[in-house]
Nanobody
Framework: QVQLMESGGGSVQAGGSLRLSCAYF????????VTWFRQAPGKEREGVAA??????TRYADSVKGRFSISEDNAKNTYLQMDSLKPEDTAMYYC????????????????WGQGTQVTVSS
């Protein structure tokens, strides 16, 4: 069984930064991808950043150069968000799957409960 738990959300002014964390609980992963998604009210869930087993990363065009995904030896994953904009306001989720990385939420089996990020202008 795999469980994920996000933390680190909050409210910040435009131009500010936040660091989200995704804690992993479960058996040792063999082949996996962890991806951060976000969903604003009335909008589709959007893939933001992904990191694969070999450390390869992928980013949505809307966050390239501003967001950075990383992981530690304990299999926890982080999303550093800089130069935040009001349009980054959303509920942020981390998700995991066994296999390659996709920015499409339909590929993911395991999800956290989400953490809210609000960016004011």
């Amino acid at each position: 069984q795999v469980q994920l738990m996000e933390s680190g959300g909050g409210s910040v002014q435009a131009g500010g930064s936040l660091r989200l964390s995704c804690a992993y609980f479960g058996y040792m992963r063999v082949i996996y991808c962890v991806t951060w998604f976000r969903q604003a009210p009335g909008k589709e869930r959007e893939g933001v950043a992904a990191i694969g087993e070999d450390g390869t990363t992928r980013y949505a065009d809307s966050v390239k150069g501003r967001f950075s995904i990383s992981e530690d030896n304990a299999k926890n994953t982080y999303l550093q968000m800089d130069s935040l904009k009001p349009e980054d306001t959303a509920m942020y989720y981390c998700a995991a799957r066994f296999g390659g990385c996709y920015l499409d939420h339909n590929y993911y089996t395991y999800w956290g409960q989400g953490t809210q990020v609000t960016v004011s202008s």
